[in-house]
T-cell receptor, first 109, second 114 residues
C-alpha cells in the first residue's frame, strides 16, 4: 500500500512547455514537501507546503489538504529542469515520512 | 552546496561487515534525518535525531543504529551487511523538529555490498 502516489511516473516535454506533476496521499498531514533529485543524485528541497500555493521563480506548488492532493507546476520548462521530482509527507499521527516514487522529467531543447 | 556534509562518498564492503556513515549538519541545525534510497524501494525514512535525542523512527532495521553527538554530527552504523543494503544513504538537517521545517540534504554516501 502506497501512502503517497505520484503521476505521471515519467514525463518528456519540449523546452518552454508548462508541466504539471501530481501527488496524492492517503493520510492526514500538516505539510507536504516537494524535492528535486538531479541525475548526479543530489536532493534539493523545493517547497514545504501546508496550505494554498507557493512560488519560487518558474516553480509553483499548490496543495489542497482536504482533498489530499498537491501539484507542482513548472512554467517555461528548460532542459536544466530535467530531474526526478519527489513528494513527501509526514502524517499528523506518528513520526514516519512517506515518499512518492518520483516523477522523472526530461525536457528536450 | 547545502552545507550538510557526508563521509565517505563511496563505500564498498563485503557481506557480513559493519560500516559507519557520518553526517555533519548545517551550522545551527539541530535535527538530523537519515534516509535510504535503493533502486527498488525509492526513498525511505530511517531515523531522526533532534539535539542529541532520537525523535522519530521509520523503517530502520535492527541491524542499523544511529546516534547524534553533542557537537550535533550524526553517525549511522550498519552491521551484518547484506547485498540488499546496497543503496544511497542520505542525511538531511533542519533547524527545528517537525514537519514545518525545510530539510537540507547532504550529497549522500553510496554503499555497495558485494
Amino acid at each position: 500500500k502506497n501512502e503517497v502516489e505520484q503521476s505521471p511516473q515519467n514525463l518528456t516535454a519540449q523546452e518552454g512547455e508548462f508541466i504539471t506533476i501530481n501527488c496524492s496521499y492517503s493520510v492526514g498531514i500538516s505539510a507536504l514537501h516537494w524535492l528535486q533529485q538531479h541525475p548526479g543524485g543530489g536532493i534539493v528541497s523545493l517547497f514545504m507546503l501546508s496550505s494554498g500555493k507557493k512560488k519560487h521563480g518558474r516553480l509553483i506548488a499548490t496543495i489542497n489538504i482536504q482533498e489530499k492532493h498537491s501539484s507542482l507546476h513548472i512554467t517555461a520548462s528548460h532542459p536544466r529542469d530535467s530531474a526526478v521530482y519527489i513528494c513527501a509527507v509526514r502524517p499528523n499521527t506518528g513520526n514516519q515520512f512517506y515518499f512518492g516514487t518520483g516523477t522523472s522529467l526530461t525536457v528536450i531543447p | 552546496d547545502s552545507g550538510v556534509t557526508q563521509t565517505p562518498k563511496h563505500l564498498i564492503t563485503a557481506t557480513g561487515q559493519r560500516v559507519t556513515l557520518r553526517c555533519s549538519p548545517r551550522s545551527g541545525d539541530l535535527s538530523v534525518y537519515w534516509y535510504q534510497q535503493s533502486l527498488d524501494q525509492g526513498l525511505q525514512f530511517l531515523i531522526q535525531y533532534y539535539n542529541g535525542e532520537e525523535r522519530a523512527k521509520g523503517n530502520i532495521l535492527e541491524r542499523f543504529s544511529a546516534q547524534q553527538f553533542p557537537d550535533l554530527h550524526s553517525e549511522l552504523n550498519l552491521s551484518s551487511l547484506e547485498l540488499g543494503d546496497s543503496a544511497l544513504y542520505f542525511c538531511a538537517s533542519s533547524v527545528g523538529d517537525g514537519t514545518y521545517y525545510e530539510q537540507y540534504f547532504g550529497p549522500g554516501t553510496r554503499l555497495t555490498v558485494t
